[in-house]
């Protein structure tokens, strides 16, 4: 819940997110000095009423919304999106390379996010009148795609790993997944899924792709446990250096019975 000491006075002290997904949205945020401060709390949207108009409803009835923080990240989460390269990237031409990977959507703004470790640029698209409402309604927001934290944070674990590292984050309905090698990105996509043994196939199809060794390279699988739990057994028996990787906020007491998910952690560490 939103703690009740959280007023204007002393918003400026938080650093806090409303991470975005098509069902509704996550206010959370903490002070980085206090260890206790950490809160969360979701906001379901009426699917009586557009998205833009749930969202503004939520907004309007929340006056914290609209306090001054110390940061304020808007996390993207199921955003079409596309990874490019920076010697190809052209700013304005962002919208045609875009409309190439995904048919045009004229409801839809792009929006461009440097990922420097990488030498690129994640291009994803949000509703043009949900990021118009953002812009004028919120503090300074920085709009960013759920993927840009893990891409950021797993680039540089992968380093330490040899010679190949792939991520899994299972979500409700779908799963990102995400392989480096030696600090290079092999390959970055999301998948819709109905059933555990879709996340199964998604996983050793894509170990087919980048020559994943099954015995030497390493997997984690992070996300929703019900599902995690179920796919471990089997994915471990072809792929030998298989971890689950538990989502926890390790240095803040989280004040909510919502867990929290990979990419909000993955904020908090590497402090984008």
């Given at each position: 819940?939103?703690?009740?000491?959280?007023?204007?006075?002393?918003?400026?002290?938080?650093?806090?997110?409303?991470?975005?997904?098509?069902?509704?949205?996550?206010?959370?945020?903490?002070?980085?000095?206090?260890?206790?401060?950490?809160?969360?709390?979701?906001?379901?949207?009426?699917?009586?009423?557009?998205?833009?108009?749930?969202?503004?409803?939520?907004?309007?009835?929340?006056?914290?919304?609209?306090?001054?923080?110390?940061?304020?990240?808007?996390?993207?989460?199921?955003?079409?999106?596309?990874?490019?390269?920076?010697?190809?990237?052209?700013?304005?031409?962002?919208?045609?390379?875009?409309?190439?990977?995904?048919?045009?959507?004229?409801?839809?703004?792009?929006?461009?996010?440097?990922?420097?470790a990488l030498n690129?640029?994640?291009?994803?698209?949000?509703?043009?009148?949900?990021?118009?409402?953002?812009?004028?309604?919120?503090?300074?927001?920085?709009?960013?795609?759920?993927?840009?934290?893990?891409?950021?944070?797993?680039?540089?674990?992968?380093?330490?790993?040899?010679?190949?590292?792939?991520?899994?984050?299972?979500?409700?309905?779908?799963?990102?997944?995400?392989?480096?090698?030696?600090?290079?990105?092999?390959?970055?996509?999301?998948?819709?899924?109905?059933?555990?043994?879709?996340?199964?196939?998604?996983?050793l199809y894509i170990?087919?792709?980048?020559?994943?060794?099954?015995?030497?390279?390493?997997?984690?699988?992070?996300?929703?446990?019900?599902?995690?739990?179920?796919?471990?057994?089997?994915?471990?028996?072809?792929?030998?250096?298989?971890?689950?990787?538990?989502?926890?906020?390790?240095?803040?007491?989280?004040?909510?019975?919502?867990?929290?998910?990979?990419?909000?952690?993955?904020?908090?560490?590497?402090?984008?």
């Amino acid at each position: 819940m939103i703690p009740v000491k959280l007023t204007a006075d002393i918003s400026n002290k938080y650093k806090v997110s409303i991470r975005l997904s098509p069902d509704g949205l996550s206010f959370w945020g903490y002070i980085p000095s206090e260890k206790d401060s950490f809160f969360m709390q979701a906001f379901p949207f009426d699917y009586d009423f557009p998205t833009v108009e749930s969202l503004k409803n939520i907004v309007f009835n929340n006056p914290c919304f609209s306090f001054i923080y110390h940061s304020f990240h808007v996390i993207c989460v199921g955003a079409k999106f596309t990874l490019t390269p920076d010697p190809v990237y052209v700013e304005k031409e962002k919208d045609r390379l875009f409309d190439y990977c995904f048919p045009h959507d004229p409801s839809l703004k792009t929006l461009v996010q440097p990922i420097q470790a990488l030498n690129a640029s994640i291009m994803f698209g949000i509703d043009k009148d949900v990021f118009a409402f953002l812009m004028r309604s919120l503090t300074n927001p920085l709009i960013i795609h759920s993927l840009s934290p893990l891409l950021t944070s797993w680039q540089k674990k992968s380093i330490l790993v040899f010679p190949k590292l792939m991520l899994v984050d299972i979500r409700q309905n779908a799963m990102d997944v995400l392989c480096f090698e030696q600090g290079n990105l092999l390959f970055a996509n999301s998948y819709n899924y109905d059933t555990g043994n879709d996340i199964i196939y998604y996983i050793l199809y894509i170990c087919k792709q980048t020559s994943f060794n099954q015995l030497e390279d390493c997997l984690t699988i992070s996300g929703v446990g019900d599902l995690c739990r179920n796919v471990l057994p089997v994915i471990s028996k072809y792929v030998r250096k298989t971890d689950y990787l538990q989502q926890q906020i390790t240095d803040y007491q989280v004040a909510s019975d919502i867990e929290p998910t990979l990419d909000m952690i993955t904020l908090m560490e590497c402090g984008l």
